[in-house]
């Protein structure tokens, strides 16, 4: 089909290239232009070719505000795909409230928030908190020390956690929090805190470049993996890659996706992104909710006006694509997604041993409404932890 005969669908994209969470905000951005990439291949949206309107935010809540306004109100965009840090989405929301916009959100959170103007293609904390929760529990022991980044994600995923934690008999024996600007030295200051006190296991909810900072200054501190690792819903293939992935070998992440997931349709994916973008590049949950949102989004728009908001906002709900995870639903009650469960132990190469996972995808309940540890009573275990 040529492209060149139709006027363009323009799309805004928020990532950031620059800024404490730029390492893994850039791996959405590529995994978006790939996924556009794909479609313009193959006819575009009715023979208009997709086109991404981009600007970097650097990972600022107030930039995000400012350029998803633009976006909207001088380039004419309807939808825009982006945001990290929940701190970025909630400073987008007034202006797509505002303006009757549309944002595709690709990245895990807190839950507790529903926007009809947002479709969430992240994990909610009923698809990786609480297997996350069970899991180490199981295999760890129940008394939990909390280290995350001072912004609204980690005080609500703490919380989240701690009643998890409580719900199976275990305690909470510290909850820290450290500015997104920290250095190595508070780092070094609070895995002191982490030897003396002996948790069971570390959650964190460090984001961004500081996660660097904490694996290595657990390494430095001589602790065990094996015996007392962090456990963790952000610390992706991209952070590891940030690292240096002898820093990250026996913790734990929670996530719907891993690069190491050994399907067809991963491994296909994988190697077309790598092929487009360098041997070097990883791929990771949010690179992997970039990609299939793009998809989900294009297949919307074929089946309606690709440039009516109210369209897209019949089109979306019930939508279902063949992610590089599996099956991906897009709930036709919340907005949000669904997802399979998983469980990675990162190994030497930097990728991830997928130890358990769900049987099926699970249901999004972002509030959280049936409180129980029910969503991973049917998973797999792929290898004893
Ligand atoms: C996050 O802030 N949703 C990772």
Redesign the pocket.
Known sequence: MNLRTGAPVRVGMLFSETGVTAAIERSERLATQLAVEEINASGGIGGRPLELVSHDPQSSPAAYRTLAESLVADDGVKVILGC????T?KAVLPVLERWNALLLYP????GFEYSRHVFYT?AAPNQNSVQLAEHMTRSFGSRVFMVGSD???PHESNRIMSDLVFERGGEKVAEIYLPLEAKPEDFRAIVKRIKTQQPDFIFSTV?GEGTAMLYRAYAEAGLDPARMPIASL?TTEAEINSMGAQFAVGHLTSAPYFQSLDTPANRRCVASFKARYGDDKVTNQCWEAAYFQVHLLADAMRRTDPDDVEALLRALPGSEFGAPQGRVRVDEHNHHTWLKPRIGRAREDGQFDIIEEARSWVRPDPYLVSHTLEDWSVRVKLESA
């Open positions: 990290y840090m929940s701190s989405r990245t895990l959170y807190e992240g912004y609204v994600y984001v952000t």
